[in-house]
């Protein structure tokens, strides 16, 4: 949480103003931020200067462990931020590939489960990372990457959260995840979630002991419409102490994480907030 504010303020310090091609707007960006969340301690990275959702981002987690590619699964998970990317993107929605409304398009776990080699045949990135770190073995290339440019076409949006790197020391499994952008009010708290518990499922489905999640971002900005809030709400709160992360013991294996398990068997204890800040999405 500490981290969390302190790059917040170095954003609202430092920032240079940049224009976003993509949404119209201006950022106010730095380059180069890294945060660090302790899994092993069960420190779960819940943002407590406000109210943070944390169901729609570890469902969006399970739907990217899924390889899903349709907005409607992603709801079905419990979680809508696809919808706007699959139906609302200008881009996209004259793009010839699109196969229909709420289609994603070859994006994240579509990549990350089935990323598709010249010949046609695809390769599974996740099975091959969860079949090595069950026998103990560290290759240092348990990578899944999102980041295909030769198929940005084919999809609604370029990954932000694009690459996990798995590294194992004895029994003690490490998550390295990098970012090429993050809006920092808004998106940050999904994806300080979902690396989180991405690396406590992936100890506990190979064995190990989840140790500590190391989060890399490239370019983190506030949007020019919510930096107001940011600076004169948020930044002016005090944090509240971390809550805890429970995963349902009996999820054991990545056939589990593709079939019955919901959001149901995630619980968080002990989170305390502030209220929500309706901070402005930019599609």
Known sequence: MKHYLELCQRIVDEGVWIENARTGKRCLTVIDASLTYDVANNQFPLITTRK???????AELLGYIRGYDNAADFRKLGTKTWDANANENADWLKNPHRKGIDDMGRVYGVQGRAWRKPNGETVDQLRK???NLSKGIDDRGEII??????????????????TH???LLGDNLYLTSYQRSCDVPLGLNFN???VFTFLALMAQITGK??????????????YEDQLDLMKNVQLKREPLPLPKLEINPDIKTLED??????????KVIGYQSHDPIKYPFSV
């Open 145 to 162: 990457t999102f980041f295909n440019p030769g198929e940005f076409d084919l999809g609604c949006l370029r990954p932000c959260m694009h």
């Open 257 to 266: 994480l593709e079939t019955w398990v919901t959001i149901d068997d995630f």
């Open 192 to 194: 300080q979630i979902q």
């Open 129 to 131: 990372i969860v079949n």
């Open 209 to 222: 002991k989840a140790g500590q999640a190391y989060h890399k971002i490239i370019n983190a900005h506030i």
């Open 52 to 58: 943070s959702y944390w169901k729609a981002a570890i």
């Open 165 to 167: 790197t798995f590294s």
